[in-house]
């Protein structure tokens, strides 16, 4: 049987949320790459990330239930959908690394002389439509 991949990820956390939801659907999946990367970030370039893959006989059920997990809101501890403060969109992307302050500024400074990872990253809401960055 031939493997087709559906989507790569740069954390290995988003791939099994991901792989657990095909699996609760009855589709059988496997993550390619996802010690190399976790071992070392810096390979997530050179291997193209975690790959997901799963059979070609059920990439069109894959699609499906991709695309409703795509178009499920984000929502918060009393069960509201977020959305944008700027535009109203629910269309977010979670958990996005944002270095917009002068700690994150100062943090690439650091990083770009020291040749490092980023030492200081804010986790905030990103909205699809606006490019608004927000807490929740």
């Known amino acids: 049987m031939k493997f087709v991949t559906v989507a790569t990820f740069e954390n290995a956390a988003e791939a099994h949320i991901l792989k657990s939801k095909l ?3 009855g589709v059988e999946s496997f993550l390619f790459d996802e010690n190399t990367v976790s071992i070392n970030p810096l ?3 050179s291997v193209g990330g ?3 893959k799963v059979y070609e006989e059920d990439v069109e059920q894959v699609a499906a239930i ?3 997990v795509a178009n499920t809101g984000y929502t918060n501890d009393q069960n509201e959908v977020i959305a944008c403060p700027n535009c109203g969109s629910t269309n977010l992307y979670a958990g996005f690394p944002s270095m917009k302050s002068l700690k994150g500024i100062l ?3 650091v990083m770009f002389m020291m040749m490092t990872l980023p030492i200081y990253v804010k ?3 990103r909205c699809k439509q606006c490019d608004t960055e927000f807490k929740e």
């Open 66 to 68: 991709m695309e409703v």
């Open 43 to 45: 390979y997530n370039i």
């Open 107 to 109: 943090s690439a400074i």
């Open 23 to 25: 699996e609760s659907e």
């Open 123 to 125: 986790r905030v809401y």
């Open 50 to 52: 975690i790959k997901l």
